[in-house]
């Protein structure tokens, strides 16, 4: 039987393996390509806008203010605006984001209305930012009363955020292991003891992770911010929490628009400006998620 | 039969025999996890300063039971207990009782080894109390007794700010001993403490628990019976959620009363 398999060498099975290994070699190379086509797709929809971008990226565009000549307006008061925004944005939306997680992974019975709870949170995430917009437009501007302002902007975008963040939060409260929480437990300690010293400090880079991403969403958010009436000359840096204000979506929105070829230059340049700023936040949140994880494993 | 005592048990008889004072009595005690019944009434004594061993086929309710014992069945959602069980004669499920304030007289040690990652050797030892609000500080002569109590101290005297996840298998539950043994509790649950580990690291373990029983009540689960047989003074055999026998371990394990304990320990089923 063996000297026969020798002499008579690989059978049919054997040879089907080929058409099975071609498959597979074409699959990975679809793949592959699945992946090439985004990325090259960022990088010159990246580079074009860079090659308008560069000759008006300089110190002045940054630091300077809007201006009816192209070539000497400036970012800053959109940029402070976006800052602003963001730490305003986050202020709000981590406490009640985490807080709400917390509840709801922790603390909640499986009922009901637990589920319905997280039903409509799924939901939330998905709703089209500028429904946030008109929400924070009826609710923060007229309703609160706080007008066109930097908070109304704020706290729109909060809740914006909001489903994203519990979501996310959640997610990393689920991967501290069973196991765990029952050490804490069995050493005499009460819910929020082992959720405070056991639970949070073991998945704090998965919330910041998230955290983070979402904040680095909303910056690029302009639906929401046109609806609640976000302002798109200023001239001033915004000084107070119901300062009106403008952000860099917005900006660039409005120079996009205009006819002159200049504002279409400086267009490309806050673009460049508002990537880099998003690479930054997301590349913080993968450095503290790898510091954080050393930590723990 | 007689090779499973050995080491431990006949190398030295440091007290003649347990004290056979009463530390914990079950009454009547069930538990269900949801609708399914994983006790179906058990009514045993353990004494104190002795180690007892509860023995069984998987899913017997041994677990279950140890788990009553601290009141941590409750932890898992929708599981119930019913019946007594007293601690010095207080029934520990008696609606006034704190159970956080419970586990710190009865401490606990898992299947596995669940250091806790985030926190170094020192930290895991101060944990019990870091937990319960104290700040031990330093806590230097503390976390040096509880992990020379746990037999870890040499290994680990040198590296006590390393993360307790550094440690080997082994170690990682010494490591959990000692930190159950920093709240001085007076009882101490074990829950297959050496299941996941090599021989070696049981026969520390072993070691372990054979020392500890001068100063703590002991109750250990364990599906090894030459284990239960080398290291305990009381032989409690589950099977199916109830207690078909239990005894001194060497009546137990040579002349079991029940048929079906003496299929179980001989292998005939299992």
Not at chain 1, 246 to 254: G, H, K, R, S, V
Not at chain 1, 283 to 290: P, T
Not at chain 2, 155 to 178: H, T
Not at chain 2, 230 to 237: H, P
Request: net charge positive; aromatic share 6%.
């Amino acid at each position: 039987m063996t000297s026969a398999a020798q002499t008579a060498g690989p059978s049919a099975d054997l040879t089907m393996k080929e058409k099975g290994a071609l498959v597979e070699r074409l699959f990975s190379l679809l793949s592959l390509l699945a992946l090439f086509i985004p990325l090259v797709l960022l990088a010159v929809l990246f580079g074009d806008a860079l090659r308008d971008a560069l000759p008006r990226l300089d110190w002045n565009f940054l630091t300077g203010y809007p201006s009816r000549r192209p070539a000497s307006a400036g970012i800053l008061p959109a940029l402070v605006g976006s800052a602003y925004l963001m730490l305003l944005t986050a202020l709000m939306a981590i406490p009640l984001g985490v807080g709400a997680a917390i509840y709801l992974e922790e603390y909640a019975r499986p009922n009901r209305l637990t589920q319905l709870i997280e039903i409509n949170i799924s939901n939330l995430a998905g709703v089209p930012s500028i429904i946030y917009g008109l929400l924070g437009l009826e609710l923060f501007v007229r309703g609160f009363g706080l007008g066109r302002s930097l908070i109304a902007g704020a706290a729109t975008l909060a809740l914006l955020l909001l489903p994203m963040v519990i979501m996310a939060s959640r997610e990393a409260l689920r991967t501290v292991p069973l196991s765990l929480r029952e050490a804490g437990y069995a050493l005499g300690a009460d819910q929020w003891e082992v959720i405070r010293r056991v639970v949070l400090p073991m998945c704090l880079p998965g919330i910041l992770t998230g955290i983070i991403l979402s904040v680095a969403r909303a910056i690029g958010e302009t639906a929401p911010l046109i609806t609640i009436g976000a302002l798109t000359y200023v001239a001033f840096l915004p000084d107070s929490l119901k300062s009106p204000f403008t952000a860099l979506p917005i900006q660039i929105f409005n120079w996009v628009s205009r006819p002159q070829a200049g504002f279409h230059v400086n267009a490309s340049a806050g673009i460049v400006v508002l990537l880099a700023l998003m690479l930054l936040l997301n590349g913080l949140a993968i450095f503290l998620r790898i510091r954080l994880q050393r930590r723990t494993s | 039969m007689n090779a499973f005592f050995s080491t431990a048990r006949n190398r030295e008889q440091p007290d003649a025999g347990p004290s056979l004072r009463e530390k914990l009595r079950s009454e009547e005690l069930k538990a269900w996890f949801g609708d399914a019944i994983a006790l179906k009434g058990i009514s045993l004594s353990i004494p104190e300063k002795a180690v007892t061993a509860i023995i069984g086929p998987s899913g017997c309710g041994k677990s279950t039971f140890v788990r009553c014992l601290n009141r941590m069945h409750e932890v898992v959602p929708g599981a119930r207990v019913e019946g007594r069980v007293h601690l010095d004669g207080t029934d520990i499920y008696d609606p006034r009782v704190n159970p956080v304030r419970l586990r710190r007289r009865v401490g606990m040690v898992f299947q596995k080894a669940n250091p806790f990652p985030t926190m170094s050797i020192r930290e895991n030892v101060l944990a019990g109390l870091r937990l319960q609000g104290i700040r031990p500080g330093r806590g230097g002569e503390l976390v040096e007794r509880a992990l020379t109590q746990a037999a870890l101290w040499n290994e680990v005297k040198d590296v006590l700010d390393r993360s307790g996840s550094s440690l080997s298998g082994g170690q990682q539950q010494r490591l959990c001993i000692a930190r159950a043994l920093a709240l001085e509790p007076e009882v101490l649950l074990m829950d297959e403490p050496a299941s996941a580990l090599d021989p070696i690291a049981t026969q520390k373990i072993e070691e372990l628990v054979y020392e500890l029983k001068a100063s703590f009540t002991i109750v250990i689960v364990t599906h090894n019976m030459q284990q239960a047989a080398r290291i305990s003074d009381r032989t409690a055999f589950f099977m199916l959620g109830t207690l078909i026998e239990i005894g001194d371990t060497k009546d137990v394990f040579m002349n079991p009363k029940e048929k079906m304990t003496e299929d179980y320990i001989t292998g005939r089923f299992g």
